[in-house]
């Protein structure tokens, strides 16, 4: 094992070689591509950080319910405003990584300046449990002070706190600043302290105490957006890293689980909630008891990512026939509902109370019931017979239109939203990623829908 003091020199000779000489462009970024990437930039917060409107707005309302109640408290206080720094992806941690990816193809050291900024402000916002919580409050760089001792627990799911552990991997390797690698030992730490008995991973990781006083569907193993699976790819890239194999040993255990726990063909995908003893289960009223197809690829993301760095194959013998079930679900070309009843094989939406409806439009909103989900993607680099194969990669939380949505202009999709500015970068991005041959291609063998 290489000695500490080593690995910043040779991680950051590495990356020297990988992109060129400090301040040299190449021209393996597409316009495209950085056309998006600046796009992207334009609604970043001076000190780092994309917010849910752009510009950024001092106090712009959030989403959660713990954190709109804080507002509330601090205005009657007369507390300063704060700028609400969302982590959920498409966000903050997804932002800064496509800024290190854009940086490592075209060598602009604009990009990884920008990626460091995001990285430091980060450092900032880490609870004390080493984790991050899906949107933050923030004064220049720095968490509200009531914010660590108001909310004492980290979000697993959305990629909010894989995802910031994988930028700070990934600035550490660019940079060999230990403060990042530090600051991603604290979070990974936390993921592993996080992993269930069962081997998967929860919604959100909270205290004994807490869980004790307050049980929560939140607490049981899940794969809802990315949970586990998210996790899983993270520790990978940690034992990578960071040269570390109790990661790996972790990241086992979460594979070994997904393994367990699919369905029997020929619905062979997974729900979004389990129980410990591996049956699925409810979550919120419209998320109901189903297999689901987001969630699906998200755990054939993670058994790939698996299979690449184990060699076992096995993992692509349980993808298979998940590919094969996703094929036949369908609901048309590129097209999938979200959830699939384990009884009959139909589409299912639900409203607000948990009442099946029979379209999306009922459905509760605001919840993604349809998209491409990324899964189109996932064939075409699984069906490594058919390279050409025209896909939009999505990265975490970009649900994905159907090919039939209503369309509307790009200056009206993206407008003053952060977060689809986030996700369109991504997609221009996956368009002109250098991926590797996938462990397991040629399991579509026609290639899917």
């Known amino acids: 094992m290489l000695g500490m003091w080593m690995r910043p020199l040779i991680i950051t000779l590495a990356s020297l070689l990988l992109v060129g000489a400090p301040g040299t462009a190449r021209a393996d970024l597409p316009p495209e591509a950085r056309a998006s990437i600046d796009a992207m930039l334009e609604c970043e917060r001076e000190d780092g950080g994309w917010m ?5 707005e001092r106090g712009a309302d959030g989403v959660t319910k713990i954190v709109n109640l804080g507002a509330r408290f601090s205005r009657r206080l007369g507390l300063p405003l704060w700028d609400l720094v969302v982590l959920r992806s498409p966000g903050t941690p997804a932002a ?26 980060l450092l900032g916002l880490q609870l004390p449990s080493g984790g ?28 909010v706190t894989t995802g910031a552990v994988r930028v700070l991997l990934e600035l550490y390797a660019a940079t060999g600043d230990e403060h990042y690698r530090r600051g991603a030992e604290r979070g990974l730490d936390l993921l592993v302290e996080a992993q269930l008995p069962s081997g998967a991973w929860p919604l959100t990781h909270r205290p004994v105490w807490l869980r004790t006083l307050t049980p929560s569907f939140e607490d049981l193993p899940s794969l809802n957006d990315g949970a586990t699976a998210s996790v899983i790819r993270t520790l990978l890239l940690g034992a990578e890293t960071l ?20 369905s029997g063909p020929p619905l062979a995908g ?39 760095t184990l060699g076992d194959r096995r993992y692509c013998d349980t993808i298979e026939e998940s590919v094969a079930w996703l094929a036949h679900s369908a609901l048309g070309p590129g097209c999938w509902a979200r959830f699939i009843s384990p009884d009959d094989g139909t ?11 029979g379209h999306p439009n009922r459905a509760k909103r605001p919840y993604r019931w349809t998209g491409d989900y990324g899964i189109p993607a996932l064939f075409a680099e699984l069906a490594s017979d058919d390279p050409q194969r025209e896909v939009v990669p ?9 090919p039939d949505a209503p369309r509307r202009s790009r200056k009206r999709r993206l407008g003053r939203n952060p977060r689809a500015r986030i996700g369109a970068a991504g997609t221009e991005m996956g368009r002109v990623r250098r991926s590797l041959p996938s462990p397991c291609g040629k399991t579509l063998s026609r290639g899917g829908p």
């Open 52 to 56: 849910y409107v752009c510009p950024p």
């Open 96 to 121: 800064a990584l496509l800024l290190i990816e854009a940086w490592k193809l075209g060598g602009e050291e604009r990009y990884l300046d920008a990626a460091r900024r995001n990285g430091d402000l």
């Open 132 to 159: 991050w919580f899906s949107e933050m409050p923030v004064h220049g760089r720095e968490l509200a002070f009531w914010f660590k001792w108001y909310v004492p627990w980290a979000t697993l799911d959305d990629d």
């Open 243 to 262: 040269d570390r194999p109790d990661l790996l040993e972790a990241a086992t255990r979460g594979g070994d689980w997904l393994v367990r726990t699919r």
């Open 270 to 308: 997974w729900a979004q909630q389990y129980d410990e003893a591996g049956r699925a289960v409810p979550g919120r009223a419209f998320e109901p008891i189903a297999l689901a197809s987001w969630e699906t690829r998200h755990a054939l993301d993670a058994l790939v990512a698996l299979s690449r």
């Open 347 to 357: 589409p299912m939406y639900l409203d607000i109370d948990g009442n099946r409806v």
């Open 394 to 402: 999505r990265i975490a939380g970009d649900a994905g239109d159907c």
